[in-house]
């Protein structure tokens, strides 16, 4: 069983960063981050690879959002920059459990407890 422990959200004014952090126990995984709104679906916003590729949600936070990973530490972070109001949302770090998978899928096998973001006008 992966257990994933996120950390770093928090409140903001507009404008303003936020850097989450999810570490990971057990072997390296592909993880990404996710979010959700209230009333509304989750849904992705970005992903890297344990070799470190990634991807993003582009419509929504291009140019502003960083994935990065620290294999050594097994941890994942998420730079959040230029928040939003409407980016106010529950984050949550997801695994894959594949091991050291190099396929170009992502499957969220384990998820995180959440962190809060609130992002203010």
């Known amino acids: 069983q992966v257990q994933l422990v996120e950390?770093?959200?928090?409140s903001v004014q507009a404008g303003g960063s936020?850097?989450?952090?999810c570490t990971a126990s057990g072997?390296?995984?592909?993880?990404?981050?996710?979010?959700?709104a209230p009333g509304k679906e989750r849904e992705?916003?970005?992903?890297?690879?344990?070799?470190?590729?990634?991807?993003?949600?582009?419509?929504s936070?291009?140019?502003?959002?960083?994935?990065?990973?620290d294999n050594?530490?097994?941890?994942?972070?998420?730079?959040?920059?230029?928040l939003k109001p409407e980016e106010t949302a529950v984050y949550y770090c997801g695994a894959?459990?594949?091991?050291?998978?190099?396929?170009?899928?992502?499957?969220?096998?384990?998820w995180g407890q959440g962190t809060q973001v609130t992002v203010s006008s």
Do not use: C, E, H, P
């Open 7 to 10: 950390s770093g959200g928090g």
């Open 18 to 21: 936020l850097r989450l952090s």
């Open 27 to 36: 072997r390296t995984y592909n993880m990404g981050w996710f979010r959700q």
């Open 44 to 59: 992705f916003v970005a992903d890297v690879t344990w070799r470190g590729g990634s991807r993003y949600n582009a419509d």
């Open 61 to 69: 936070v291009k140019g502003r959002f960083a994935i990065s990973r």
């Open 72 to 82: 050594a530490k097994n941890t994942v972070y998420l730079q959040m920059n230029s």
């Open 96 to 110: 894959d459990g594949r091991a050291y998978y190099s396929g170009s899928s992502f499957q969220t096998d384990y």
